[in-house]
């Protein structure tokens, strides 16, 4: 039992960063139909700003977190500027293979610049050490990504719930012809969405940097497979879904990996597909209710 | 007549390859053969993703299988059984095999595999039936390299014969071209391409859907599985995630470039991509300029370009350069009006 | 009912992508008149709706609204002109409460104190989206979601109102409801372009309207000589 719950607390991190993620992919997928392959690279390209600020120019902490937020905010506003705007209204399948290419591309020219090994993610000293509860070990990374994680998710749905521009999102994401006869302004409703969705990113680097220690180029590709899953595991467009089955793939990939056999813990990737796969079979809409229709 | 035409064709055809293959410095060869391949791929995967609109990731799983499956039988005995000691059945494990019934053999069991994938084409919808086959890929690869008793893992194989030369490849290509123009033709490939435009039309004019996609996913799993297996002879190496994402998007961009639904679109958008690969390739080494300065080793930017390249091709011209038409003397006379008289 | 119209077409030609749909369509919609565009089944109807909101591109002529040329525009900028739209089979957003629906309909109301009310005039207009408001639009009958569409449609408190064919589908009691209630707004200064398969329903009500054939205006005169007219009943509207 003890060895159950340790896994879970363990898993708390992975599981932040799955739900932060997912939510922000959730937001684009609804809002335009895309599953945007290059979210993975919007945070990666975060958490290089964070690094560069951090090692490189020896910068504090804080700055490295607002470098790691500005980096994704800059680089999703631009692929959604050169890459989906102008495929604006063509189909999903285009639009995928659209954000592989941004993917690809965007990954390829950082490993150009600065190579796929690791880099350190330096964490200040009030973020190491642990606390134990009874023969439970908790990191305090994990508590502070817990409740950054927490606050995040709650301020998004509130946002998404009870604000004009969050109303006119979920119109959008709907109908988006109709919501533009409303008066909406639709392209600018997108900026805003990519710009959150991006936020979200450049959240989970930081969280990715602190759990972890460092960070790499194809650190994107992990997560943006899960990241999509997860999206529709709890109801495309549907922020609090995609934040709960972000968690729900998270903990359980680390406790499907942590019940393998030690030779068979390679087959980790084959938990989300799974997941993928039995929710195509029985309940392809999704755990909560979607916002598209 | 038409019958002494074909003959003469066929030998010319025979008399440039035998000359080619002489006369080719290694390099060339290489690309010509690389060329090749990547027609196969591309010829292949325009059959599901082109005219049966089932847009589908999954030819890097089918490759992988079909890889494997010859290399099992193709492979040294004393690589197989003395110095890795897979666990694969007796009469795998001590013979080794020629070329030929390894590629027949590749090629069918990669096609039964790629079959499987006609049958979630049902009932997903286009995006989720894209996303699957991307799991399909990710799937054979991740239990590719977690059964190193059979597979070796990561590690690959190596050790393999040399046996693709220029007949294999370019006999199976031509081979390949010529089925699917008379298959463009004929009722069971109309039958396809009805379907891929409008599903509802096809079952009401009687096309069993379930039949024609697995028709559709076989002939095209058969030759990717056969192209993977080429390539293999080539390189001489084998491990599961040459089949990833990479190399599965690269074809991707060929038929896109070449317009998806067009047999020379397909033929053209390989030899556009592995022209690009090949020639970008010492840039990515790094060389002397000229003894002048040396160009920094820019290793990925072959990907870095084709992948804006796909991106502009996407916004520009989605249709791809032959759209879904074939090359022929209309199709060069209204090329020829478009660029004069400009609309 | 003189003067410069609120809204002008003028040679109209428009489709989707290369297909022409309507041709050479010219109309106006006079400051506090109810106007309808009749025709059967696909002849353009829809299509001349969406190119004067700004959903699809006229490929000719000019849309002019208030004196003011809006053929380019985008629709949100036409609807910030002050014209509702309430669209061909209602299509409110099924995944919010009617509440929420309402909300985007009065996007562009900048206050808060003008948000209310409006809304308490939409509401005393359909008591029932009162009672509703907390209910998913996905799960409200027809009838109450036409009166929602238009709710939405109103809420911004337009100039015109573009309806598309409102009483599809709904059962005569509703349509009548509906009907009484468009009286009601034209009458508060609410000039309404009304698109219509029924006729009969239109024309009572309309100081003017026009006969759509093939994607071409063929006939114009006032409602209730049109609603007389033989010629019309058999060839355009294909009813008795």
Redesign the interface.
């Known amino acids: 039992m003890d060895y159950f719950l340790q896994q879970v607390i363990n898993s708390l991190g992975w599981g932040s960063l799955n739900a932060v993620m997912a939510a922000g992919y959730t937001m684009t997928f609804g809002i335009i139909g895309l599953v945007n392959f290059a979210h993975g690279e919007v945070m990666m390209v975060g958490a290089m700003a964070a690094f560069w600020l951090m090692v490189v120019l020896k910068l504090p902490f804080w700055m490295g977190c607002l470098g790691a937020m500005a980096g994704s905010i800059a680089v999703g506003l631009l692929i959604e500027r050169l890459a989906f705007k102008p495929l604006r209204g063509a189909g999903m399948i285009t639009l995928f293979i659209t954000s592989l290419a941004a993917s690809f591309g965007i990954r390829t020219l950082l490993i150009m610049l600065v190579t796929d090994k690791l880099k350190p993610f330096p964490i200040p000293d009030y973020l190491r050490g642990a606390i134990l509860l009874g023969d439970i070990i908790i990191f305090k990374k994990t508590i502070l990504i817990l409740v950054l994680t927490f606050l995040a998710g709650a301020a998004l749905i509130y946002f998404v719930k009870n604000t004009k521009t969050g109303t006119a999102m979920r119109a959008m994401s709907y109908d988006p012809e109709i919501a533009g006869t409303m008066g909406v302004n639709t392209e600018r409703v997108i900026i805003v969405t990519f710009a959150v969705a991006s936020f979200l990113a450049g959240m989970a680097a930081i969280f990715w940097g602190i759990k972890f220690g460092s960070v790499r180029c194809s650190m994107g590709v992990i997560i943006v497979v899960n990241a999509f899953i997860a999206s529709v595991l709890g109801g495309i467009g549907n922020v609090l879904g995609a934040i709960v089955a972000g968690f729900i793939i998270g903990v359980g990939e680390t406790l499907f990996v942590a019940y393998l056999p030690d030779q068979l813990v390679g087959l980790r990737p084959l938990f989300v597909w799974i997941v993928f796969f039995v929710l195509l079979i029985f309940k392809p809409s999704g755990l909560f209710r979607p916002n598209i229709k | 007549m038409q019958k002494l035409k074909n003959i003469i064709l066929l030998a010319a055809a025979v008399g440039l390859l035998y000359f080619l293959d002489r006369c080719l410095p290694g390099f060339w060869l290489t690309l010509l053969l690389l060329f090749g391949i990547n027609s196969i791929l591309a010829v292949a995967l325009n059959i599901t993703n082109g005219w049966a609109n089932l847009f589908s990731l999954g030819h890097g799983g089918i490759m992988l299988v079909g890889g494997y499956t010859a290399a099992f039988m193709t492979l040294p005995v004393a690589f197989k059984r003395d110095l890795l000691d897979l666990a694969l059945p007796g009469f795998l494990l001590n013979i080794q095999v020629p070329f030929l019934p390894a590629l027949i053999v590749g090629g069918l069991v990669g096609a039964v595999f790629g079959s499987v994938l006609a049958l979630p084409a049902l009932r997903l919808k286009g995006l989720y039936f894209l996303l699957a086959t991307l799991g399909f890929n990710f799937i054979t690869i991740t239990i590719a390299e977690n059964i190193p008793d059979i597979t070796n893992g990561p590690m690959g194989l190596r050790q393999f014969p040399a046996h693709t030369n220029i007949w294999w490849v370019w006999g199976i290509a031509i081979f390949l071209i010529y089925l699917s123009v008379r298959l463009r033709r004929s009722t069971i490939g109309r039958a396809l391409i009805v379907m891929g435009q409008d599903e509802e039309l096809a079952s009401h004019l009687g096309v069993n859907l379930l039949r024609y996609r697995l028709y559709a996913f076989g002939l095209s799993a058969f030759f990717t599985a056969i192209g993977g297996i080429l390539w293999v002879h080539l390189i001489l190496n084998l491990y599961p995630r040459v089949f990833g994402l990479h190399l599965v998007f690269n074809v991707v961009t060929m038929i896109v470039i070449g317009g998806l639904g067009s047999i020379s679109g397909a033929v053209i958008g390989a030899a556009i991509i592995t022209g690009f690969v090949e020639i970008l390739a010492p840039l990515e080494e790094g060389f002397g300029f000229f003894g002048l300065f040396a160009v920094p080793r820019l290793l990925g930017l072959t990907t870095l370009i084709l992948a804006a390249v796909l991106i502009v091709i996407l916004v520009v011209r989605p249709e791809g350069i032959m759209g879904n038409r074939e090359i022929s003397w209309s199709w060069i006379k209204s090329q020829w009006q478009r660029f004069r008289r400009p609309q | 009912m003189s003067g410069e119209p609120l809204l002008k077409l003028e040679r109209i030609t428009s489709g989707y992508g290369r297909k022409t749909v309507i041709r050479d369509v010219g109309f106006h919609v006079q400051q506090g008149q109810i106007v309808t565009l009749l025709g059967a089944n696909g002849v353009g109807k829809t299509t001349t709706l969406k190119t004067i909101?700004?959903?699809l591109n006229a490929t000719a002529g000019r849309t002019t609204y208030g004196g003011r040329d809006i053929t380019p525009l985008?629709?949100?900028e036409?609807?910030?002109l002050g014209m509702g739209?309430c669209?061909e089979g209602r299509?409110v957003?099924?995944?919010?409460t009617a509440h929420?629906?309402l909300?985007?309909?009065a996007?562009?109301t900048r206050s808060q104190k003008d948000f209310n009310a409006n809304l308490k005039w939409i509401h005393q207009l359909f008591p029932r989206l009162n009672e509703r408001r907390s209910q998913l639009s996905d799960t409200m009958s027809g009838g109450e979601q036409q009166m929602l569409a238009i709710g939405?449609a109103l809420i911004?408190r337009p100039q015109l109102l573009l309806l598309d064919e409102p009483s599809l589908g709904l059962a005569p009691l509703v349509v009548e409801h509906i009907v009484k209630t468009l009286v009601a707004i034209n009458r508060a200064g609410v000039s309404i372009l009304l698109v219509e398969q029924n006729a009969q329903m239109a024309l009572r009500i309309s100081h003017h309207a026009y006969v759509m054939d093939n994607g071409r205006i063929v006939r114009e005169g006032a409602g209730m000589d049109l609603l007389q007219d033989r010629e019309i009943a058999d060839i355009y509207l294909g009813f008795q």
């Not at chain 3, 957003?93 to 919010?96: H, T």
């Open positions: 909101t700004g959903l985008k629709p949100y036409i609807a910030a739209y669209p299509r957003f099924g995944n919010l929420e629906n909300m985007v309909g996007y562009r939405r911004s």
